[in-house]
C-alpha cells in the first residue's frame, strides 16, 4: 500500500441521499458479489486512506445495515435535505485533529477501485496540492474532450470553506474556486466518471457498459440524457 500523500487521510462515502432516480437505496444494490457502499469502502480502504467514514441517513435501516457490513464508520445525517455538503460536513466535524484530508467518494461511483484511489493519493504526495481530482479524457467522433470524476481529495486547508454555511451549490463551488492550484491526474479510465444513478445506468453497468467509454471505432457512449 502506498504511503497516504498527507500524516492522515480519511475516505468519506456520502450514503444519506434519497435514491429517488434509482428507486431504492443504492447503499445496498449489489455489483458482482458487493454492494455498492461495501465497493466504495473497500476503494477507499485498499487505496490508502486511513480511517472511512459511511454518513447514513436517521432512519433508513437498510442502508445503516448496508454500512454496518462494511466495518467502516457511521456517521448519522438527521437532516440530509440541503444535499451531499450535509454529510461532507458532519464528516470534517467528526474528524480529529491530525486529519490533513479526506478523500470523497459516492455510492455513484461503484467502479471506483483501489488502484484508482492509490493513484490519486500518489499525486497528492507529489503535488501538495489543496485539491486532486481525475481527469478522464476520451473522444467523440475523433475529437478530444474530458470530464472531471471522482473521487476528490480536499486538503484540510479548504475544510472551514466546504463547512462554512454560507457557502452556495456545495462542495462543486469549492471545486470550481480552487481548480486553479487543482492537480488533475488525466487519465483514459471511464470508471472514475461513471455515474450510477438510474436503474438504465445501474443496468447498463450490469453488463459492462460505461458512460464517457471509447468503443474501438473511438467513438464515446455520452452519459443518458
Not at 449489489?30 to 485498499?46: E, M, Y
Request: negative net charge.
Amino acid at each position: 500500500m502506498t504511503t497516504p500523500p498527507y500524516l492522515k487521510t480519511v475516505g468519506v462515502v456520502p450514503a444519506s441521499g434519497a435514491s429517488r432516480r434509482m428507486g431504492q437505496p443504492k447503499a445496498a444494490l449489489q455489483l458482482n458479489g458487493r454492494s455498492f457502499v461495501q465497493r466504495v469502502v473497500d476503494a477507499l480502504r485498499g487505496g490508502g486512506c486511513t480511517e472511512v467514514i459511511v454518513v447514513v441517513p436517521e432512519y433508513d435501516d437498510t442502508i445503516k445495515h448496508a454500512a454496518l457490513e462494511t466495518g467502516a464508520r457511521l456517521v448519522i445525517n438527521p437532516d440530509p435535505g440541503e444535499g451531499p455538503i450535509t454529510s461532507m460536513r458532519l464528516a470534517i466535524e467528526s474528524l480529529s485533529d491530525d486529519v490533513e484530508a479526506i478523500a470523497w467518494l459516492p455510492l455513484d461511483f461503484a467502479l471506483v477501485d483501489a488502484g484508482i484511489v492509490r493513484s490519486l493519493l500518489d499525486v497528492a504526495m507529489t503535488d501538495m496540492a489543496p485539491l486532486v481530482i481525475p481527469l478522464h479524457e476520451y473522444s467523440v467522433d475523433g475529437h478530444s474532450r474530458e470530464k472531471r470524476g471522482h473521487p476528490a481529495i480536499f486538503a484540510r486547508a479548504l475544510f472551514s470553506e466546504l463547512t462554512d454555511p454560507a457557502l452556495e451549490g456545495g462542495a462543486r463551488t469549492v471545486v470550481q474556486h480552487h481548480l486553479p492550484s487543482a492537480a488533475l491526474w488525466r487519465v483514459r479510465d471511464p470508471r472514475v466518471v461513471t455515474d450510477i444513478d438510474t436503474p438504465e445506468e445501474y443496468a447498463a453497468v450490469m453488463v459492462g457498459q460505461m458512460q464517457y467509454a471509447d468503443d474501438e471505432t473511438g467513438r464515446s457512449t455520452e452519459r443518458p440524457a
